[in-house]
């Protein structure tokens, strides 16, 4: 993906503060504080539930949100972000920068140390070689990988010893941190003399280095991780880790309340169920910020959404407050912008929606959409008239949609709803831009990274030919210009006036409507120490290996 | 049934009135028929007595119990009425399992008269196909169907027909076959009417009592499976409300607002044990041979 | 026997040729596909979706695809799975004791319960009780099965707290007393339909067995009423029942999928809903035609049984 982009914005001043100063500071005194010996003594056990089934048990092969939540449990990746956004280093004995050496001067030369004597859950010494083999797997042609963003960059992997390991880029990457931070190293050894690595036995017997070690599977129902004794971090305190399966959140929900669940995972308590779940005895309850923001996106090619008054005035339709204190009890957070509110990169300045039905229709009077017999305005033989799509049976969503339709219609615009099942709405109908409007929650950013490149530039538009995410359809050269810019420097500093300057583009443009910020309504059972908001990962097990037990 | 100079149609009218009769003494069968008409008469005349929109929205009376601020059923998690939406659901359901009975009776009655005309190797590989059919659970090929087409009504009609017109051909094929080497079917064969002739004006109605059985409850199957898809989310799709789709949502309110999901599954379960309460009915009515029960 | 036993089965597998053709149909129209649920991932591109399709043979035509199924189908290879890429029947195998233990406890229920009260309104025809159990037996018939089930859990779990609302059992104690408790509510929910088909069959068997010579010749003979009924009405009312069990599994098994939505049981029907979701069509597939082969075993099976129980019955 970097290789459109030139690379005159590569300062030296930029190269030698590579991962930013503050990422480098907190980075070391994190490693600092933290004990490299496993927890002799692990007690008890937790009862994690979410209501997807986690059944990709190889973490380079293509996967959804709730598979990763076994990866932390079970592997370890070289570093990670912390709930700062924050590096800090895992398997690699510090996060490689300038300083250290680990980064070259003009950022195309990697070196990584890797801490020494781990092994694996087998008993197998972890080496640089499983580090080599798993940055290449994911562009071996036989292997369905998950991603090839950032390693398509990578040449010559060598091995310099056991604990070392080098590469060089095609071309500098901020956000090359951000993908090592999600590549979970996965053992050689497992695929020593296998033919097919698709199938290798490895897959549905994953070791890992990680804090918990798998047990077994009961298909359908949950997945068993026993503590780890040779881990070679900080943890684990709990000696088994029970991932259960429940299809329905409102089971899930009973099965938390009566005790059953001890931490209540993914897609969580329902927003329904938050005020009653705050008064539950002996349970903690808090609502955490996910990176994850919803939005009502246009298709930017359709005819009637030409008209920035359009778009304008359908914003000022919206009931934000409405849908997020009733329909969503006040859950999530509005927003502005795509980019999380806990994010460095984030712009608090963004003028503030107003719902305003009087101006909206004053606004497209102006702009000379004539409002016709049948209550929908027109302009030009264009009538205000479009169709919004979602995942059929997210009934939230489902709600909130038949609500906004409503206020549109004061508007003299109509919103016919077309909802469609996941495998269509999110196929060719979304990738090829064949939707008018969408209701989608999207999270851009890979990481705490801020490019989100793929999702807004005009070259990343998959139904005109381009390689990216922009099903949306965005295209403003400005915004094109500031992304390709920003991705090509490297101090947090200087990247941040240009996302801030970018993000208020977009709120001029509005290319989606930006409805709220995800937040969850997570869940625990009072003596459970462990479970952190964390926006820059896509699941609240990453820290897992140090959840405990207080009492 | 009329147009046709033969034997058996000549007798129909004295069959048809002893059916009749038969079937008005069947106190079941009437009650259904009761069950039915009041359903029907509430759906498509309700609407219109109701105080309320079935897509007004209005969030500060959302969840409010039954019988409250003239919500006679309550109202859903949008504040809408229950009552106006049940009907209108109903209009939806009731037109989707009439028209999937049709279709499939089409359906099943062409493939079944082909087939017991003809037999030999048509019969075969049309009764080897409803045989495959009828071998996996219908709920599973409808899923399957569903899972992958746009949502709406028509789509949702033609894929519950196309799952559900076996048994009419199997009914259909059985009479057919005997009916086949009667003396009329003979005649007209030797009259030198057409295949297709004989097929649909011959045998077919000579069917029709069997047909109108397996179509009446084809309408309460075809209710039951499109308030099943509906409620998985992959049926009619909101704002058109369905019975089923009411119930979609409710599962998560049910602790809260439990009237969410008892409304609309009574209303299918009235209409269904309808349509099942007059097929009975209609079966005993026009089976001579129910009467040894 | 022998040749009579080869027909069958060859007549199945025609059956299955029909049934795979016709799953393969349904699926090849699917718009969208498995990489879908991919589609809101970082990193997975317009390209990088491409390659997979690509790997995992997506863009063959849909004939190619067909055939190699077919072919690797017969050998024993079920393919693997879009989502996991694991062999479809593994997984399969690992879904197929849920839905066993539910239908097969469903099904004891409603043949004990719908016989029972088959046989007794058929002795009692014209009775109070027998015109009480039909009209039960047409409401239950009615009654949406999920629907059912949501009420049972609103009652039973949510407003008295007796039973779990769902799974099959609470992890780390599996006791077959923790089974049990767990399978109560979705048991009874599902063999309520069946306890209706099965009661109003063993009613018009018994009935028609009632009629017979044999049971007027032995009234005449004296015997006993009791006897009687057990000896030989029952005896003889249940023959046909069990071509009937054979033929209502198609249903019970679709029951069971319904049931299993509802109660969050890890079976067959939870997997054939959670691959839809991921349009993991080899899994759909496997369990088309898992569910096929399930049924024609089982009409094979109560007619063999039949033809050994009942010296009448011919094979042929």
């Not at chain 3, 989502?83 to 099904?107: E, N």
Request: charged share 15%; proline share 6%.
């Amino acid at each position: 993906m970097t290789k459109d982009l030139p690379g005159k914005g590569f300062t030296r001043r930029g190269a030698l503060q590579l991962f930013g100063a503050a990422g480098l500071m907190s980075a070391t005194a994190l490693s600092g504080t933290r004990a490299l010996a496993a927890n002799a003594d692990p007690k008890g056990q937790i009862v994690l539930s979410f209501s997807q089934e986690p059944t990709v048990f190889n973490p380079l092969m293509p996967h959804i949100e709730v598979d990763e939540g076994v990866y932390y449990a079970i592997f370890d990746t070289l570093i990670d972000f912390d709930e700062n956004g924050e590096f800090f280093p895992l398997l690699a004995a510090e996060v490689p920068t300038v300083e250290n050496g680990g980064i070259s001067e003009d950022g195309l030369t990697w070196k990584v140390t890797l801490k020494d004597g781990v092994t694996w859950h087998d008993g197998t010494p972890f080496t640089a070689e499983d580090v080599k083999f798993s940055l290449e797997l994911p562009m071996n042609p036989d292997f369905i990988s998950f991603r090839s963003t950032g390693y398509e960059l990578m040449r010559n992997i060598t091995v310099l010893s056991p604990t070392e390991i080098t590469w060089e880029m095609t071309a500098p990457f901020a956000p090359m941190g951000a993908i090592l931070a999600s590549t979970f190293i996965i053992p050689k050894h497992a695929f020593d003399g296998v033919e097919d690595p698709n199938t290798a036995p490895f897959n549905n017997a994953p070791i890992g280095t990680g804090a918990f070690k798998w047990k077994e599977r009961m298909a359908g129902d949950h997945i068993e991780l026993v503590a780890n004794p040779d881990y070679h971090g900080d943890g684990p305190y709990i000696e088994t880790l029970i991932i259960k399966y429940i299809p329905d959140l409102n089971v899930m929900y009973t099965q938390f309340k009566s005790g059953d669940v001890d931490v209540i995972g993914l897609q969580y308590i329902s927003p329904d169920h938050l005020e009653e779940a705050q008064t539950l005895d002996g349970k903690t309850v808090q609502v955490m910020g996910r990176a994850t923001f919803e939005s009502i996106g246009f298709n930017n090619m359709r005819p009637v959404f030409q008209d920035p008054a359009v778009r304008q005035a359908l914003y000022l339709a919206v009931d934000k407050t409405s849908i997020i204190d009733a329909l969503y009890y006040g859950v999530p957070t509005p927003t502005e912008t795509y980019m999380p509110q806990q994010s460095f990169y984030y712009n608090p300045d963004l003028p503030k929606h107003e719902f305003n039905i009087e101006k909206a229709n004053a606004l497209l009077d102006e702009a000379g959409w004539v409002m016709g017999g049948d209550g929908v305005r027109e302009k030009d033989g264009v009538r205000l008239e479009f169709t919004n799509s979602t995942t059929a049976g997210n009934h939230l969503r489902e709600q909130a949609q038949q609500f906004i339709q409503q206020t549109f219609a004061e508007i003299g615009a109509k919103m016919e709803i077309k909802n469609l099942p996941p495998a269509v709405m999110w196929g060719d109908y979304w990738m090829n831009s064949e939707f008018d409007s969408v209701v989608v929650g999207l999270s851009t950013l890979s990481g705490a990274d801020p490019d989100s490149s793929d999702y807004w530039m005009s070259t990343k538009i998959p139904a005109k030919g381009g390689s990216g995410q922009n099903t949306m359809a965005y295209a403003n050269p400005k915004v094109d210009e500031l992304l390709t810019e920003a991705a090509n420097l490297f101090v947090p500093e200087d990247r941040k006036p240009l996302y801030m300057e970018q993000q208020k583009i977009m709120r001029e443009d509005l290319p989606f409507l930006p409805l709220f910020q995800y937040a969850v309504v997570a869940g625990w059972k009072e003596g459970v120490e462990g479970p952190t908001q964390n926006v820059n990962n896509r699941i609240g097990t990453w820290n897992v290996r140090s959840w405990k037990w207080t009492s | 049934m009329t147009m046709t100079a033969n034997a058996p149609a000549r007798r129909a009218p004295r069959i048809k009135s002893r059916a009749v009769r038969r079937f008005m003494q069947h106190k079941l069968a009437m009650l259904g028929l009761v069950m039915i008409v009041t359903l029907a008469l509430a759906c498509f005349v309700g609407p219109y007595l109701l105080a309320f929109d079935e897509l007004f929205i209005d969030l500060r009376a959302r969840f409010a119990p039954p019988f409250t601020g003239g919500h006679i059923f309550g109202t859903d998690p949008l504040g809408r009425d229950i009552a106006a939406r049940l009907f209108h659901a109903g209009q939806v359901s009731m037109t989707v399992g009439f028209a999937a009975m049709i279709m499939s009776t089409c359906i099943g009655s062409v493939v079944g008269v082909l087939s017991g005309y003809y037999g030999g190797a048509v019969s075969a590989v049309l009764m080897r196909i409803v045989d495959a059919f009828l071998s996996f659970p219908s709920v599973f090929l409808l899923l399957a169907l569903a899972a992958f087409i746009q949502p709406g009504p028509a789509m949702i009609t033609v894929i519950i027909a196309a799952t559900s017109w076996m048994e009419v051909a199997r009914i259909v094929q059985a009479e057919v076959k005997t009916l086949r080497d009667q003396d009329f079917v003979q005649a007209a064969r030797m009259l030198g009417l057409s295949g297709r002739w004989i097929m649909f004006r011959e045998l077919l109605p000579n069917a029709i009592g069997p047909i109108i059985v397996a179509a009446t409850l084809t309408v309460a199957r075809a209710i039951l499976l499109e308030a099943y898809i509906s409620f998985l989310g992959y049926g009619i799709q909101p704002p058109l409300p369905s019975w089923g789709n009411m119930l979609n949502g409710a599962q998560q309110y049910l602790q809260s607002a439990p009237w969410l999901a008892i409304v609309p599954g009574l209303a299918i379960t009235i209409a269904v044990a309808g349509f099942n309460f007059v097929g009975d009915g209609l079966r005993d009515a026009l089976d001579s041979r129910s009467e040894a029960r | 026997m022998l040749r009579y036993l080869s027909g069958r089965l060859g007549q199945s597998l025609i059956l299955l040729f029909i049934v795979s053709l016709i799953g393969f149909f349904v699926l090849s129209l699917a718009p969208g596909g498995p990489l879908s649920q991919f589609a809101l991932s970082p990193g997975m591109t317009q390209e990088q979706m491409d390659r997979v399709a690509e790997q995992m043979g997506l863009n063959r035509p849909i004939i190619v695809q067909y055939f190699d199924w077919l072919t690797s189908m017969l050998a024993g290879d079920w393919g693997t799975s879009y989502r996991d890429q694991q062999p479809v029947l593994t997984i399969i195998a690992d879904h197929l004791f849920a839905t066993m233990l539910l239908m097969g406890t469903a099904t004891a229920i409603a043949v004990t319960v719908g016989t029972t009260v088959g046989i007794w309104s058929a002795v009692r025809r014209g009775s109070v009780f027998d015109y009480t159990t039909t009209v039960l037996a047409m409401v239950a018939l009615s009654i949406p099965t999920f629907w059912f089930g949501l009420i049972a859990i609103y009652i039973f779990s949510l407003e008295l707290g007796w039973l779990p609302a769902g799974n099959m059992y609470t992890v780390g104690d599996g006791s077959i007393g923790d089974y049990a408790v767990h399978l109560i509510l979705p048991a009874l929910v599902l063999a309520l339909v069946d306890v209706a088909v099965w009661s109003r069959y063993m009613r018009t068997a018994t009935l028609n067995v009632i009629n017979q010579d044999f049971v007027r010749t032995a009234r005449a003979k004296g015997l006993p009423n009791r006897r009687i009924l057990f000896k030989h009405i029952v005896g003889n009312a249940l023959v046909p029942m069990i071509t009937l069990a054979g033929l209502q599994l198609p249903v019970v098994l679709g029951g069971a999928l319904v049931t299993e939505t509802v109660f969050t049981w890890p079976g067959m029907g939870r997997l054939f809903l959670d691959s839809l979701g991921y349009s993991d069509y080899p899994v759909v597939m496997g369990l088309l035609m898992a569910s096929a082969m399930l049924v024609l075993i089982g009409n094979l099976a109560a007619d063999l049984i039949v033809a050994v129980v009942d010296p009448r019955v011919r094979l042929s």
